[in-house]
């Protein structure tokens, strides 16, 4: 009786409280006994930080140049030592990570929705159009993603918003094979038949049912993007072919230490490891992720 | 019922075929897998389509209701009148109107049927609001979702509404899609193996409610079966399919009393019973349905059949007429005979 007063009670509460009170999402809970995906979610976290407030972790000024403080060791004055110019390298990471992770987030949002649009509609429409369309993309995946992202940024200005675009086109291919694969999967299953045969509209069965089944892979592939367009990103800009200027840039500076690394490696180093620790990172989380969403695949 | 048979028929198929050509790796041939299929269903009629697995129902199920065409390797010929229009000749987006107003189908695996991601309740208002997008206000399309799902035996809607696929049990899933078809209000349903996935409890509410909603709504169902239980609780009339074709057909009563067809009386013997004694041996059918790549010549039930002849071998029966019943068999007037015999004399022993 008792239970039955319970529910009728939880019914009476207002909708927000139960959307509160409802047992969470297996993605969102803490991660027991996974110490490495807490590591790599603090680290990302920190970078987030770095990102969302420099100036709070790196002083106002990462760009002021001090001829006395050059080339200063990690752990004297300064915590990741100074680059030839006597500005910290501390504070260039700091700074460099607002760039880096806008061109790594929205090179992957343009490039996987433009990715999962092309894959979903060949996959679920079919057709002579989508037989065109694959081939094309299988001769783009032929190439390595930093190729394809330098042929089109070779064509363009160097700004930031083309640098964005450069890397999001690389991104394309990947998202269009895996999620044509997932429509095509999609599109066979049982509730596909079902609604059609209560009269749904094509249209209206891709957009409320196949893309939708869709997201989970989309999403997983997303932040496992994240990590590769931020390498492509220091990349371009370690081969001269970022932004350039203005903007602080990790592969810039991985550049810029390049012709002092035999003595003063801190400069190349740090950026480096910032780059490949973060990348590390993010597949880590990306990987979880998949477990969490996708949990007949792990 | 005997009028009902009289009055035109709401379903009419005539001469389905479905082949498949195989790929070229493979042959390239052309399989048969449904061949020259006629049955009608008359309004507020259940018929049963029965058969074991490989026989061709459930591909004559999705015939009716279009749903082969989209595969190209697949060849789908005849007609399928419904209400005097030929589904088989409509265009998709004629087709597309005609499904779920004039014809639904349910599924043998209700939880794969419905969209995992979705709650049931939108899935129900996305059948009931297709045609002109949202029709009347959101507080009015839940108030209809939840009238038509409390017309299939769900009691807690607004709780259900509220859920996803897999938060609910097979047979709820089952009456969700059974309101999901109802949503256009359809004159027939096609069941394709409606209660296979269900345990047996349950199989019989949705039996119950499939006929409740035949009595009180004039709903036509086509069942497709494997069970013949099932079969003689829900049939007004029966359809044996074997091998692709249909080789008997009779009123649900004198199909049980007295098949015309051997095959027929096989599948009937093959079901235990709990009024014949402990002495009798339940009889199987020897063999299975023979691969539609390698059907034997002659009737395709010669080589399991009891009863074969030399003429079985050579050529195929046609389905002919038997008093009310029609068997495709060389000696079904034989095996009717037998049948009957055998029947009078349960009914003087009992």
């Not at chain 2, 695996?109 to 208002?125: C, E, K, N, S, T």
Request: proline content about 6%; hydrophobic content about 45%; charged content about 20%.
């Amino acid at each position: 009786m008792s239970a039955q007063a319970e529910v009728a009670e939880d019914r009476r509460q207002p909708s927000l409280r139960r959307w509160l009170d409802r047992p969470p999402v297996r993605a969102w809970r803490v991660p027991h006994g996974r110490p490495l995906v807490i590591l790599a979610a603090l680290f990302l976290l920190l970078v987030l930080g770095w990102a969302a407030f420099p100036a709070v972790f790196a002083g106002a000024n990462p760009t002021a140049v001090n001829p006395l403080a050059a080339l200063q060791p990690p752990l004297h004055r300064y915590l990741l030592g100074t680059d030839q110019y006597g500005r910290s390298v501390y504070a260039e990471l700091v700074y460099g990570a607002r760039p880096a992770l806008e061109v790594g987030v929205l090179s992957t949002l343009l490039g996987g929705a433009a990715g999962s649009v092309i894959g979903i509609l060949g996959g679920y429409l079919g057709g002579w159009a989508d037989l065109l369309v694959m081939r094309l993309i299988d001769i783009l995946l032929a190439l390595p993603g930093l190729f394809l992202a330098l042929i089109f940024i070779a064509a363009l200005p160097p700004t930031l918003t083309n640098e964005i675009l450069a890397i999001g086109i690389a991104t394309v291919p990947g998202f269009a094979r895996v999620l044509r694969g997932q429509a095509l999967g999609v599109r066979s299953r049982l509730f596909v038949d079902a609604a059609i045969v209560t009269g749904v509209r094509r249209r209206a069965i891709l957009w409320r049912h196949v893309l939708p089944n869709c997201l989970a892979p989309a999403i997983v592939l997303g932040t496992l993007n994240i990590g590769t367009a931020i390498v492509i990103a220091a990349s371009l800009s370690y081969l001269g072919l970022g932004p350039s200027s203005g903007v602080l840039n990790w592969g810039a500076l991985i550049n810029s230490g390049q012709g002092y690394i035999d003595r003063d490696w801190w400069i190349s180093t740090f950026p480096g490891l910032l780059v490949t620790l973060l990348v590390i990172a993010v597949s880590i989380l990306g990987d979880r992720l998949r477990d969490a969403m996708e949990p007949s695949s792990g | 019922m005997a009028d009902d048979r009289a009055a035109p028929s709401l379903l009419s198929v005539e001469h389905l075929s479905v082949s498949y050509r195989t790929s070229s790796r493979s042959g390239g041939e052309h399989v048969d897998l449904v061949r020259d299929v006629s049955f009608g269903v008359g309004r507020g009629e259940i018929v049963c389509l029965v058969g074991e697995s490989g026989s061709g129902k459930t591909l004559t199920g999705r015939a009716i209701l279009g749903l082969l065409r989209r595969n190209a390797r697949m060849r789908v010929s005849g007609s399928v009148w419904l209400d005097g229009r030929d589904l088989a000749a409509l265009p998709e987006r004629e087709l597309r109107q005609v499904r779920g107003t004039g014809v639904s189908m349910i599924f043998q695996d209700p939880v794969a049927a419905l969209d995992p991601v979705i709650r049931v309740g939108h899935q129900v208002a996305e059948a009931m609001t297709r045609r002109d997008g949202r029709r009347g206000s959101r507080r009015a399309v839940v108030a209809q979702v939840a009238d038509l799902l409390r017309q299939v035996g769900i009691t807690d809607t607004e709780q259900r509404m509220q859920q996803f696929p897999h938060e609910i049990s097979g047979g709820m899933c089952q009456r969700i899609l059974i309101a999901i078809a109802l949503a256009g209000n359809p004159s027939l349903l096609v069941a394709d193996e409606p209660t296979t996935a269900l345990d047996v409890t349950i199989q019989a509410q949705v039996l119950d409610l499939l006929a409740s909603l035949c009595r009180e709504r004039g709903l036509s169902v086509l069942l497709i079966t494997h069970d013949m239980g099932v079969a003689a609780r829900m049939a007004d009339r029966v359809l044996v399919m074997y091998a692709g074709a249909i080789v008997e057909q009779a009123p649900a009563g004198d199909f049980f009393a007295h098949p015309a067809h051997p095959y027929g009386l096989g599948l009937i013997r093959a079901v235990p019973r709990i009024d014949t004694g402990p002495a009798d041996r339940l009889s199987a059918i020897p063999g299975s349905v023979p691969e539609a790549r390698s059907r034997p010549a002659g009737c395709p039930f010669h080589p399991r059949c009891p009863l074969r002849a030399d003429v079985c071998e050579q050529e195929e029966p046609e389905l002919l007429p038997l008093g009310a019943q029609h068997a495709a068999c060389h000696r079904s007037a034989e095996v009717l005979g037998a049948a009957r015999s055998l029947w009078d004399s349960e009914a003087s022993v009992g």
